[in-house]
């Protein structure tokens, strides 16, 4: 039997599907169900991590509620990708930061801003606080390159070492090897589908968010939080390289390649969330997992948060609240940093990991090798009616 | 058995509910019923929304009346997936081309030639534009469904399934002004000398008059109406199964036929297969199906076989497998079959019963266990060696058994057993109203309706007396739903 009760749940619903499979057209999730009769823990947390939750098959399933069959596959899997959170947290003592993670993340927030003002007002002269400090190496009379590089490099690094960690949890889970991560072919189908959003589109027509209109803002404010993400990661790493290869000193002039970056980056992780936060207050409740709502939310608001004081610092970095400004972003931005491995930012992680998974599984499919011809060769009742 | 599946036979109470419900507080209305539309559609399925949507683009002004509440909305098409038109060509989604001549002869095959050929000819024909028209209308198709490899060229199948094809033609609907009321059930039509004058709505606990210059009955056929049935059946009818909605009742059929207009169809003959004896009374759609009756035997609550189980390929021999079982006592048969067979077909919504042994099992299906041992030995016994292919008519069979099992017949004998209870499970009805090739109704003298029109399963008799090929309801629907809006709107604007 399985360990919770969503994952009993989302067996009988992948039970019901596989029954009928009318659904195969929109997604990942349920050609991957054909390949199987029978569900594990891991199966199940494979195919909830593969879901994008574009609610297609909620709309368009004949069984759904209020049908006595009660077919719910994009609240399920949500139930159930939001428990495998807690699965693969390293370390796993740190797991109960997913039980209430909206009050997690919000503490976290508020102690790492908290630190960063008070701490550099502490240390500092009120003078250079709050005083207007121009030219190359400005910020750093606030507090110094050393320092800041080592703090958020350091913040940085931990949050990839817990990601990398989680993902072996997930991978070993779903019993996948290895191997199918240094095969490029499925690495790079993966990347195509998650820099697509491939699968939240509902097969075609769009995803659904608030009734049973099929439209697109849900992916388009993805990509926006998500290219906005990239961009401002390539604006700090271009900031670095200047630093250090060419020893120019930040703040740099808007028209500078980081300021660019960042700027268009800041936009994006501006309006992207804002979006985001938007359509999941209009989300119908029936597509929701109640109880991630504030794990979703706390991420989604940290992210504008982030971008907001980033866009406020380059805005007001001329005037005496650059001090503050400045403390403010890095307060977002470490906590950001500490609390990726323990907000919603994993489900990227584990979601490109499935593709990985399922590019595999697709290629074997549509090879002709015995195993496809036995998957197709299965006789239908239906053909007759 | 699977948790969480609920076998229930609780539906009719819950429409009562929903009955009661409405009853008991008047609900306002959301369309102006007063006004006098040009088109009133009976229905809120396929045909319906093809002949509200083409009547509204034809510049008529369009109310749909639809008995069931929006969930449920769209009768059997909620169930459906695919739908047959010719194509002279492959297309993105089709393997190869479907003539209209080879169309004709499955039509013909299928019905034994109870079909009315000028109507039929000219609806292959339309079907063609079909494909692109109801693409037109929001609709996506998608290449065959796993499993369906033998539809690939003839079938085209709606991405999502039948719900996400209704979805998409009431979103069209909407976007072009048509106006929809859901709760809304036809309980009376007013029909003078093949004219339509009015039809009573019952909606939100009140009666409205509904005016409009024509009507399109496409409001389904009776296969819900258990007392119906029992007309033709007998006290059998209390055990079938009822596959689709259970809202199509055909009540707006015997209107239809008690005011004058003229019957088609063999009113005693319905569409059914065997399903699942554990499925719900209504709407287990396809889901229920079990395609696992080639791959072992078929016994009857006496343990007893009575039917050649490998007689033909499974897909040509399916749909006769419901009378079969009607015909059994208590309308229950049980599939037995062996561990080796048990991944061959589509996985199943319930669980197979299983057991150790053939007794063991018959114990748990409430068999006498002696009586199934002794047909299964029986059985094994009469099994002739041969090379198992259930993908062909293979050599499988047995010899000096009555009745034999002609191919794919290998001994029961690798524990554990498996079995599956079935019972009729009735699809639909041929009982319709006759009409011509626009759609509209003829009168039991002969005569032309007026304004009167029909599309869908109330009138699928007229081209399928009998049989069934794959996905040729909808072709109806839609075929007959375009053309009936088209010349109820030239009928209004008259």
Known sequence: MHATKALEEADRLMTVCNSCRYCEGLCAVFPAMELRRAFTDGDLNYLANLCHSCGACYTDCQFSPPHEFNVNVPQ????????SYKLYVWPRTLAPLFERNGLAISLIAALSVGIFFFGLMAFNDPAVMFGVQTGPGAFYRIMSHNAMAGVFGAAFFYAIAALIMGFRMFWRDIGETRETLTNGVSVWQAMKDTMALRYLDGGGPGCFNEDERPTDRRRLYHHMTFYGFFLCLAATSTATLYHYLLGMEAPYPWYDLPVILGTFGGIGLVVGPAGLIWAKLKR??????????????????????????GLLLLILRATPAMGTMLALHMGFVFGFFMTMPYSKFVHGIYRF??????????????????SKAKALSIPDAKAGA | MKVGIAVSRDFPQEQTKVALRSEAQ???????????????????????????????????????LEGAP?????????????????????????????TEEEFWEDLLRVTGGQTDEELARFMIRESKEILNWIVEQGVRWQPSLGGTLSLGRTNSFFLGGGRAMLNALYLTAERLGVDVLYDAEVVDLDIRDGMFHSATVAYGGQRHEVHAASLVAAAGGFEANIEWLKQYWGDIAENFLIRGTPYNRGSVLKMLLDKGVQKIGDPTQCHAVAIDARAPKFDGGIITRLDCVVFGIVVNKNAERFYDEGEDIWPK???????????????IAYIIFDAPSLEMFMPSLYPPIKADSIAELAGKLGLDPQAL?????????????????????????????????????????NAPFYAYPVRPGITFTYLGTRVNKEARMIMADGRLAANMFAAGEIMAGNVLGKGYAAGIGMTIGSVFGRVAGREAAKNACN
């Open chain 1, 353 to 370: 990991g499935a593709l990985v998974r399922y590019a595999k599984e697709r290629r074997a499919l549509h090879e002709p090798t015995p």
């Open chain 1, 284 to 309: 119908d409740p029936a597509l929701r997992d109640e109880n991630g709502r504030s794990m979703e939310m706390a991420f989604v608001v940290m992210l504008f948060l982030v971008s907001v004081t």
């Open chain 1, 76 to 83: 399920t899997l949500a139930k159930v990708r939001n428990d």
């Open chain 2, 317 to 331: 021999r399916y749909a006769i497998w419901g009378r079969l079982v009607a015909a059994q006592p208590d309308q």
């Open chain 2, 26 to 64: 008047v609900k306002p209305v959301p369309v102006e019923l007063t006004r006098r539309y040009d088109v009133l559609v009976v229905g809120g399925g396929n045909a319906a929304l093809c002949a509200a949507i083409s009547a509204r683009r034809s510049g008529a002004s369009v109310l749909v």
């Open chain 2, 373 to 413: 041992e002794t047909t299964v030995e029986t059985f094994n016994g009469a099994v002739r060696p041969g090379t198992f292919d259930h993908t062909i008519l293979d050599d499988c069979r047995t010899e000096g058994l009555t009745p034999p099992k002609s191919h794919w017949a290998r001994p029961i004998r």
């Open chain 2, 70 to 98: 929006k969930f449920y909305r769209g009768g059997n098409t909620r169930h459906t997936r695919n739908m047959r038109c010719a194509h002279d060509a492959a297309t993105e989604i089709l393997t190869g081309p479907y």
